[in-house]
């Protein structure tokens, strides 16, 4: 059997989570049965697929089924992805008495999705070692851009309730969650002079641009104690108004350490920070950890980063007793960061999505409690999964989509489809990725209107 006690008490806490309902799930020789305490009533679940409990590249095809053949809705679309080894068995529900045998495997496919085991030591990895969306089964298959555990889960709502008339379904409420890594939240105030003359030089002899060289210096020496008003990266008034203006609460995201030239030029102990921060959390907006470019196989340098972010709060009177965050450059290995994140004691993680391609990494848009795959043990830790990075959909590295309608259109799609299975449409956007442009600000004031 390829489910342990510890998968199945963990599946029940997912279960709680979408459905408010209080199940058991009991092995038997060759199924799963879900039971409600107080009923003889069961759902009992056939056709286990051991390529779901599998580690690295799988052997799953894909095939599709039609909801509507069996009378039921699928809430993307009537026809649902089937990650399978096999052609599937239909009917996929089998009403048998007063039971129903779920022909599918949904919940190998829960597990998998979830705890991304097709990612557990992949080594076919991009230039920043990280898993990318085009060697994925969803990216294959072409289903990246649906939330798929979202919409079996939907299904199996409602053969819930046909098998237990009298249950009311826990109803959640579309949400969504903006975030801001702070990379950079100047391009010049943390660089040294030397380095500042050397830009200045540029924009002078290479550009011919007067303005940005009198604009550069002018943002280095008068930024003091705290960040320029016309710093081209201090757009975070501007994020916070809006945030405010759609009942949002913007998370922002620190690095709080590192030494390589991909981390950040500032310290959490800058006065400017340590303002900004204050400024941040007196408008009554999350400060997180963003730990640095190296960290994502140290679980140490993630326990220091994250002890430095608390210490750094602590000092500047900021009272958060609880922090989550992002890896840098969503660099990931699963389960090694999760595990990580899990020991410096984090409430929450918002780094998987692909770097290269918008969507459901994880198959869903749903925050949902962490399992270790490799230890077989649930943790504290939840997973917030990010559906959609600005420069993902915009830059020619990646999608390519520029600032244009159709990047706005692909970002509101994918908004859609979170909107329509009730879940949360999480969305990341640089403070530093606006650089003035007006054009720019209009299309992610769009995306986030409520």
Request: glycine content about 6%; overall charge negative; aromatic content about 14%.
């Amino acid at each position: 059997m390829f489910f342990s006690q510890n998968q199945l008490k963990w599946l029940e806490q997912i279960f709680f989570e979408r459905f408010g309902i209080k199940f058991n799930f009991e092995l038997t020789q060759e199924t799963i049965v879900l039971k409600k305490e107080g009923s003889d009533k069961k759902l009992i679940f056939t056709n286990l697929d051991s390529a779901f409990y599998q580690f690295g590249k799988t052997q799953l095809g894909c095939y599709e089924w039609n909801a509507e053949t069996e009378g039921l809705v699928g809430a993307i679309d009537p026809v649902l992805k089937a990650p399978s080894t096999k052609p599937l068995s239909t009917p996929i529900f089998s009403p048998v008495e007063q039971d129903i045998y779920v022909n599918y495997d949904v919940l190998g496919l829960v597990y998998w999705c979830l705890n991304r085991l097709e990612e557990v030591g992949r080594t076919d990895l991009d230039n920043h070692q990280r898993f990318p969306a085009i060697h994925s089964h969803a990216y294959h298959y072409n289903y990246l851009e649906r939330p798929i555990v979202d919409e079996w889960l939907n299904i199996l709502g409602q053969i819930i309730q046909q098998v237990w008339l009298e249950v009311e379904l826990k109803q959640h409420t579309f949400n969504m969650k903006v975030s801001h890594d702070v990379d950079s939240p100047s391009p010049y105030a943390f660089k040294s002079w030397g380095e500042v003359l050397r830009i200045m030089i540029g924009h002078l002899v290479k550009r011919h641009d007067m303005k940005a060289f009198i604009e550069t210096f002018w943002i280095k020496f008068a930024t003091k104690e705290q960040l320029h008003e016309y710093d081209p990266h201090n757009t975070f008034d501007w994020l916070m108004q809006q945030s405010n203006a759609n009942n949002l609460t913007s998370a922002f995201y620190f690095i709080c350490g590192g030494t390589t030239d991909k981390d950040a030029e500032y310290t959490l102990a800058h006065p400017v920070i340590q303002k900004l921060m204050q400024h941040i959390h007196q408008n009554g907006h999350e400060i997180g950890l963003h730990p640095s470019y190296a960290t994502y196989q140290a679980p140490e340098l993630i326990q220091q980063e994250a002890d430095n972010l608390r210490y750094a709060c602590e000092q500047a009177g900021i009272d958060q007793t609880t922090f989550g965050g992002r890896m840098h450059y969503l660099r990931w290995e699963h389960p090694t960061t999760l595990q990580a994140w899990e020991n410096a004691g984090m409430s929450y993680d918002s780094t998987l999505s692909y770097a290269d391609r918008p969507g459901f990494r994880c198959g869903t848009c749903f925050e949902y409690p962490a399992f270790n795959p490799m230890t077989q043990q649930s943790l504290n830790i939840r997973i917030r999964p990010l559906i959609a990075m600005e420069c993902t959909i915009i830059d020619p590295i990646y999608l390519g989509l520029n600032v244009t309608p159709q990047a706005e259109n692909k970002f509101l799609e994918l908004k859609d489809k979170c909107r329509r299975v009730s879940g949360c449409f999480t969305t990341l956007w640089h403070n530093s990725y606006f650089k003035k442009n007006e054009m720019l600000k209009g299309m992610y004031q769009r995306i986030i209107e409520s």
